[in-house]
Every structure is written in structure tokens, then in C-alpha cells.
């Protein structure tokens, strides 16, 4: 065999394998020395290809196409800087275990460390971000090193997904010539095979003696707390709110749990915590006998206040596999075992049925009843951020994604989006929680097909706008609403807001850009309401169109931080006026 024909069977092996082994989609950058790679993606007839130019844009589609597929998605870049722009994203999908594949092309041995162009050192690039790394051979198409490459790319795909989910990097090697010969004969391989190699993992499971026991504990207090955090089984609702009505426990459940929306019971959960644990004499009276957690620590600041001070309670943490996601420091109880499967054994055991526990859980449902109350009440005309997103959250459709950028974007779902029948699936990047990368995201969650709406600020929208590229080019539905306050307007919340001398030039960062004028030339559509009645018009109309369509909101960061505060104050007084001062 020549060179050309080894280079073909083996890239060709390695592709077809990673398609036997589960991976329908791979985001491809342009490059050369990454050719043997994307021709023969794009050749493989199983697997869908996007080609995004730029490849931090590419990593970030990558990563929101993963997380709405809960599928791996790979990705193929040309050696040099191209790979080091993969960073940002392969820390996302790290922290926050999302599956993905970089396969980086690179210069062959010989061209390493001698000024040759566009070549850096790739070994370990992304660190300890990626569950593992390995550097591919050489490429050669004798029988066992095509077995060899099938075997890489099975595993590569079994890693990406089994445990915690998380990114893996395989650096390629290529001598030229690079481009394929796709006329050899059975270029695939054998045309009817299962994966080279298979892995079969179950779900973990507490023995029945372990789960008596932690009945027995939970069932010594009335005061217990559940908390769900972020995560993406849309199974796991329906089990938790069981244990929680079979224990009387609320449920403290964070905008990305997927529990606040569905059509399980919503009788136990709490949505309004954040507002009124901002307040230190109703965390006082709130203080919990146990806390018992599911999924990642919570959006919320306030839940955080609420943990540190409560040191002293039984803290216990789910977690389906090993891992340790406890930022407070406070002494855990580490439970490594499925949670649904944990949920309805605690139910099968035990339970707390006590006049104590039913006031705990009262005042804790009396408390949420009033902030929703306050929340739903109408606004002013002029449409405020809470507003906005309170009008997103009326008109989304039924059976959709909702993207949420991070700063104001996902602590204003959390105060707005209630408990619904509703079915949403909540994504955001909550892993580094950079603001990065928010379009691209969003756009690669869209790639799906399903209904995906993009939540985020101007900051974040102008740090990516070259995501709005793919959007164009693959005529994706998404409708982005844009909440335009003109800078960062979380900051007008923090302690650096009281030092003016330089808050505007650090912090608020006023880009003064006419966003329509970006958003014509990638070809989307452009509103601008002016309203709260306007924008539901317009929130609508969105849905309806092909294609890329956002919806801009203007605000003012003054006047938010003014109508939040507002908002909380009226919240804390009724709460301590009719809980509080009542017991």
C-alpha cells in the first residue's frame, strides 16, 4: 500500500467506528493539515457534518449540541492556534460533564519543536479539562493498526459518556500528502458489523441496608430540606417530588433542575426561595434539621447564604457517580448512587409523618405563595428586565429549549420562571460560567431541530455574535432574546457598583452598538418592542418565523437594580409581617 491508501484506511476506520460506537454529528473547522479528518466526515454517509469557520464559535455549537442531545459531538480542527481555541469550551464541558470529542490535527513528529509553521505543542493541551488525552499513531493500514484505530475511536466514545460525562482529546498526526483516496475498495471496513468494541454500565445502587438506614436518620427530624440542582434527567422530577410528598419535605428546586416544569406534582416545590432567603431573619427561621441534595450547587447566592450558616445541619449530596461539588466546605454526607432509583427505595422504607413536619412545610409553601404572588403582579408599561423575562416565560411554546445566558439572564429565571405544566428543557452554561460562547451555544442547541430560545444579555451577545454565522448558513430556527441595558448589568448589583470613580470604565462597559445592524447582516430577523404588550407580540411573531430571529429589549441598569430591590423589599417586609412575626 502507498501512502495515500493508508491514510485513507485508517482515518476511514477510525470515523466509521466512532458512527458504530453512537456519534451522529462532528462540527469541522477549515484547515489543512486537519484534511484527512473533515473529507472523510464528510464523506461518511451516518454522520452529519457542520462546518463552522471559526473554531471557538465551533467548540461552543459543539458543546450546546451536546447538551440538547445528551449525545457526543465531535470536533475536528487543523493543528496551531486553531486547537487552542477549542479551550474555553473544553473547560465548559468539563465543569459542567458534557460530552465531547476533539480530534486535533497536527504536524508529524519530525516537524515538532523546529520552527516549523503552525505548530505548537499539542501533547496534553487542554490539561486535566478532559477525562483523557492520547496521541494517535501514525497512520498505517495493516489489520491490527486498523483494529488499533477502531478501538481508539470506540473508546473515545464509551469515555465521553460513561461516569460523569466530560470531553476527550485524540491529537492526529498526518504527514502529507493529505487528501484521501475515497475509491478504494471497502473503504468502511466490513459493511454489516457491531461496534469493535462495546461497554455495558449500570446504574448504581445504595444495598437495602444502607437505604434503612438513611431512612432511619431522615425520619429522626421533621426540618429537612431537598434541594435539586442543575441536571438533565427529565426522569428524575417525577421520583423526587414522590420522595418529597411521601417525607412533607419541600423542594428547593433551582430553574435548571427540570423540576420546576413538567407534568409531575408541583404540591412541594418551592421556586421563590431566592428571593426570600435573601433576607437573614427569615433564613433564621427557616433553619433546617437536614439538607439533602440532587444535581450541581444552585444558581442561587441566597441558597448559598442559607448553607454556610446552617454548618452545623446534616448535609447530605447525591451524586449518580463519583465526584465532589460542595463549594460552601461544609461536612457531607456523599451518596454515590441513581437518584431516581435512590427516591423510590426511600419511599419503599420510610417516611416522616408528624404534626412538626407539616407546619415546617407549610411555612415553607405560605413563604413561596407570597413571593409568587408579587412576582406575577403586573409592571409598569415600560418593559423592565424581570418583565421581559416574565413575558419570554408566558409565550415560550409548550415542548421546547430554553438556552439561559449567565450574569442577569439565569438569576432573573430563577426569581420568574414558576412551576409549571409546561415542559421545558432549561440549558445553560453553568459549568465555568463564563459568558463566552453563549451564542454558539444556543444556535448548536437549535441544530437539533427542536425549539430552542436564547436568553442573554448584550455583553454576551456582542462577545459571540460570530456564532450568528452558523444560524445563517444552516437557516436554524432560533429566536434570541436580547436584554440591551448597555454594559454589565449584574455589576450594578455588586460592591463595586459604590465606587463610581471607576465602575463605568471596569465594570459597566457600555459597547454602544446598534445590535440590529449585525443581527440584518447574518440575515435574521430584527424586533424592538417598546412594551410589555409589544413584546409578547413580538416574542410571538418570532416563533413563527424561519430562521434566525431576535427580539431586542432595551433597559437601564439604574432603573433595574432599583425595580429588583424594590421587588425583594416588598417580598421580605409582607414575609416577615404575615410568617414571621406570626410564630
Not at 48 to 70: C, H, M, P, Y
Not at 109 to 124: M, N, T, Y
Request: contains cysteine.
Amino acid at each position: 500500500m502507498n501512502h495515500t491508501e493508508d491514510l485513507t484506511r485508517y482515518v476511514a476506520n477510525f470515523v466509521d467506528e466512532l458512527s458504530k460506537s453512537g456519534l451522529t454529528d462532528v462540527v469541522i473547522s477549515p484547515g489543512s493539515r486537519s484534511t484527512p479528518l473533515a473529507m472523510t466526515f464528510a464523506e461518511h454517509p451516518a454522520i452529519k457534518e457542520w462546518v463552522i469557520v471559526d473554531e471557538r464559535s465551533a467548540a461552543f455549537f459543539g458543546l450546546g449540541l451536546a447538551k440538547q442531545t445528551n449525545r457526543p459531538v465531535a470536533l475536528v480542527c487543523s493543528s496551531g492556534t486553531a486547537a487552542a481555541n477549542y479551550f474555553p469550551a473544553i473547560v465548559e464541558a468539563h465543569q459542567s460533564r458534557v460530552p465531547l470529542i476533539a480530534l486535533t490535527a497536527d504536524r508529524p513528529h519530525e516537524l515538532r519543536d523546529v520552527g516549523a509553521p503552525q505548530a505548537i505543542d499539542q501533547i496534553k493541551l487542554y490539561g486535566d479539562y478532559v477525562k483523557d488525552f492520547h496521541e494517535m499513531a501514525l497512520p498505517e493500514a495493516t489489520s491490527g493498526m486498523l483494529a488499533y484505530a477502531r478501538t481508539k475511536a470506540a473508546r473515545a466514545v464509551n469515555q465521553a459518556i460513561s461516569g460523569n460525562p466530560g470531553p476527550i482529546h485524540l491529537n492526529f498526526p498526518f504527514r502529507e500528502p493529505l487528501v484521501p483516496d475515497f475509491t478504494v475498495e471497502h473503504l468502511w471496513g466490513e459493511p454489516i458489523r457491531t461496534p469493535y468494541t462495546s461497554w455495558y454500565e449500570g446504574k448504581k445502587r445504595l444495598p437495602e441496608e444502607l437505604v434503612h438506614h438513611l431512612a432511619a436518620k431522615l425520619s429522626l427530624h421533621a426540618r429537612g430540606v431537598i434541594v435539586c440542582g442543575p441536571q438533565v434527567d427529565d426522569d428524575f422530577a417525577e421520583a423526587v417530588t414522590l420522595f418529597a410528598e411521601a417525607f412533607g419535605l419541600p423542594v428547593l428546586a433551582d430553574p435548571l433542575s427540570q423540576v420546576r416544569t413538567g407534568h409531575h406534582s408541583k404540591r412541594n416545590i418551592i421556586e421563590g426561595y431566592d428571593a426570600f432567603l435573601r433576607n437573614e431573619e427569615i433564613r433564621r427561621a427557616l433553619k433546617p434539621d437536614f439538607i439533602i441534595r440532587f444535581g450541581a450547587m444552585p444558581v442561587s447566592k441566597a441558597y448559598m447564604s442559607y448553607v454556610k450558616e446552617n454548618q452545623d445541619v446534616n448535609q447530605y449530596v447525591v451524586e449518580s457517580h463519583d465526584g465532589y461539588r460542595e463549594p460552601v466546605g461544609n461536612s457531607t454526607e456523599f451518596i454515590i448512587a441513581d437518584p431516581i432509583m435512590l427516591c423510590s427505595d426511600l419511599v419503599e422504607v420510610g417516611s416522616i409523618n408528624s404534626a412538626q413536619n407539616s407546619a415546617w412545610l407549610d411555612k415553607w409553601q405560605e413563604m413561596n405563595k407570597i413571593t409568587t404572588t408579587h412576582v406575577t403582579e403586573a409592571t409598569d408599561a415600560v418593559i423592565t428586565e424581570g418583565d421581559a423575562v416574565k413575558q419570554l416565560l408566558q409565550v415560550i411554546p409548550d415542548k421546547s429549549s430554553l438556552y439561559v445566558g449567565n450574569s442577569m439572564a439565569i438569576r432573573d429565571v430563577d426569581t420568574f420562571l414558576l412551576a409549571s405544566d409546561k415542559r421545558l428543557n432549561l440549558l445553560a452554561n453553568r459549568g465555568a460560567n463564563g459568558i463566552d460562547g453563549m451564542v454558539s451555544s444556543g444556535v448548536g442547541a437549535a441544530a437539533s431541530g427542536e425549539p430552542v430560545t436564547l436568553l442573554l444579555g448584550d455583553l454576551s451577545f456582542y462577545h459571540d455574535m460570530n456564532g450568528l454565522l452558523a444560524a445563517k448558513h444552516y437557516q436554524l430556527n432560533i429566536t434570541i432574546l436580547l436584554v440591551n441595558n448597555n454594559g454589565g448589568g449584574i455589576f450594578s448589583f455588586l460592591p463595586q457598583a459604590a465606587q463610581e470613580k471607576h465602575f463605568e470604565a471596569l465594570f459597566g462597559t457600555p459597547v454602544d452598538i446598534e445590535f440590529q445592524k449585525a443581527i440584518e447582516m447574518y440575515g435574521g430577523s430584527y424586533h424592538a418592542p417598546r412594551s410589555s404588550s409589544e413584546l409578547a407580540v413580538a416574542l410571538r411573531t418570532s416563533y413563527s418565523e424561519q430562521g434566525l430571529s431576535v427580539v431586542e429589549v432595551r433597559t437601564e441598569r439604574k432603573q433595574n437594580l432599583d425595580w429588583h430591590r424594590r421587588l425583594w423589599k416588598t417580598i421580605e417586609a409582607d414575609i416577615l409581617k404575615r410568617v414571621i412575626a406570626c410564630d
